[in-house]
């Protein structure tokens, strides 16, 4: 009698683990493409050279060379390259957060792919929509300020989640703190942008920088499993 239940325990347990390796890679793989994108692009962001702690991170997606949007003169190159980042990254984590989300509770689980979903579609309107003077003019800037507040802001609830669902994710105690703290504070620095506190671009870093912190520290742990299950 107790051996279909072992069974189906074991097999339950062999479909998780396909996904966690799948959830790790997504979850390491993402940031290290946008930060890929983002040092390619602002090596050839020429005149004058592109600066992290002045520029915004979406300049780099502006495909006007020479425009002058609030005080930053624009010209990016490869702005393809940041745009395709952009969208890439959206797309790596959505698809991280879906397989990572089995191991969550069904309310959680829809919460969390609800919100995966949303920085997938805001950050490829942030690759299509741009922050530069035209679209001031013709107001579909609201567009892409919406878009990029959010994609960071729900990213970083993400980050949140998975951090109070330490147990279910076997991340640790440690761990999980450690990604609530860098949710909330990828969420205020974004709250903070035009605060005066620091530069706005610093804060923006921050906000962005944050999520790519969390989802190391989930992606690294769930590999790390997944090797440990193996031997």
Excluded at 10 to 29: C, D, F, H, K, W
Excluded at 94 to 106: E, H, K, N, S, Y
Excluded at 154 to 180: D, E, F, K, Q, T
């Amino acid at each position: 009698m107790t051996t279909p239940v072992l069974a189906g325990t074991r097999s339950a347990s062999a479909r998780r683990r396909p996904t966690s390796r799948t959830a790790g890679l997504l979850l390491v793989i993402g940031p290290a493409v946008f930060l890929l994108a983002e040092a390619i692009s602002a090596l050839a962001w020429r005149t004058p050279t592109y600066n992290y702690a002045y520029n915004f991170v979406s300049d780099l997606g502006t495909d006007v060379c020479g425009d002058i949007f609030d005080g930053r003169v624009m010209c990016s190159p490869l702005h393809a390259v940041m745009n395709t980042g952009f969208i890439t990254f959206g797309v790596l984590f959505l698809v991280g957060v879906i397989a990572t989300a089995p191991r969550l509770p069904w309310p959680t689980r829809i919460i969390t792919v609800a919100l995966g979903l949303v920085v997938g579609v805001c950050l490829t309107l942030v690759a299509l929509v741009h922050g530069d003077s035209a679209n001031q003019a013709n107001g579909s800037l609201a567009i892409h300020g919406a878009a990029a507040q959010y994609a960071v802001e729900s990213a970083n609830l993400v980050g949140i989640i998975l951090g109070l669902s330490y147990r279910r994710l076997g991340v640790g105690l440690a761990r999980g703190l450690g990604c609530v703290v860098l949710g909330i504070v990828g969420i205020l620095c974004f709250r903070l942008l035009y605060s005066g506190i620091v530069a706005a671009a610093i804060l923006e870093r921050g906000a962005v920088y944050a999520i790519f912190a969390w989802m190391l520290i989930v992606g690294i742990v769930l590999l790390r499993r997944q090797r440990q299950r193996r031997h």
